[in-house]
Antibody, heavy 114, light 110 residues
Framework: EVQLIQSGAEVRKPGATVKISCKVS????????IHWVQQAPGKGLEWMGL????????IYAEKFQGRVSLTADTSTDTAYMELSSLRSEDTAVYYC???????WGQGTLVAVSS | QTVVTQEPSFSVSPGGTVTLTCGLS?????????PTWYQQTPGQAPRTLIY???TRSSGVPDRFSGSILGNKAALTITGAQADDESDYYC??????????FGGGTKLAVL
């Protein structure tokens, strides 16, 4: 069974950086990209980007380019999303997903507040 | 930048049939865009209903079906039930590794 387990909720101040993790199991980690999706409170889903665990190469949505870093650790089958220069608008649930966005993690709430 | 369009809201009567669509601000949706549909209820992660245009995910009832209708991807719910009242999202592959979600449709069953 494919599973994606994300790290717990985070609270950060504006300007800070947050890094959340997504540990996968049930398939070969390097076979599929890991995607990250943002959902602000009461809003829709927004694709942030993906990372290819095979070679670590990321692709970012234009909106997040320059502030997000997506990485993958093949030794632990874990993907990471780091978002910097946080602002209140980044308060959201962040999801990881794989198998062409078919299997999703449970989501991680990031709250940005002074 | 290409926008993926969905109806903001829709309603259906219990037992009725509804078709939600997923289009592009310019151009037509095709199977090469790998249309994928999700159902989401408040506080839950999205649940994948349909992927690659018309393939149902495991455990999804066959009253959910996907297709291409005209120049859009479509999700049809046949025999709507009360617990189908949810938000529905589509996502399309734009090429070069880029995916874009639609804004979502809030479906009421009443």
């Amino acid at each position: 069974e494919v599973q994606l387990i994300q790290s717990g909720a985070e609270v950060r101040k504006p300007g800070a950086t947050v890094k959340i993790s997504c540990k996968v199991s049930g398939y070969t980690f390097t076979d599929y990209y890991i995607h990250w999706v943002q959902q602000a409170p009461g809003k829709g889903l927004e694709w942030m980007g993906l990372v290819d665990p095979e070679d670590g190469v990321p692709i970012y949505a234009e909106k997040f380019q320059g502030r997000v870093s997506l990485t993958a650790d093949t030794s632990t089958d874990t993907a990471y999303m780091e978002l910097s220069s946080l602002r209140s608008e980044d308060t959201a649930v962040y999801y990881c997903a794989t198998l062409q966005l078919r299997n999703w993690g449970q989501g991680t709430l990031v709250a940005v507040s002074s | 930048q290409t926008v993926v369009t969905q109806e903001p809201s829709f309603s259906v009567s219990p037992g009725g049939t509804v078709t939600l669509t997923c289009g592009l601000s310019s151009g037509s949706v095709s199977t090469s865009d790998y249309p994928t549909w999700y159902q989401q209820t408040p506080g839950q992660a999205p649940r994948t209903l349909i992927y690659s245009t018309n393939t149902r995910s495991s455990g999804v009832p066959d009253r959910f079906s996907g297709s291409i209708l005209g120049n859009k991807a479509a999700l049809t719910i046949t025999g709507a039930q009360a617990d189908d009242e949810s938000d529905y999202y589509c996502v399309l592959y734009m090429g070069s590794g880029i995916w874009v979600f639609g804004g979502g449709t809030k479906l009421a069953v009443l």
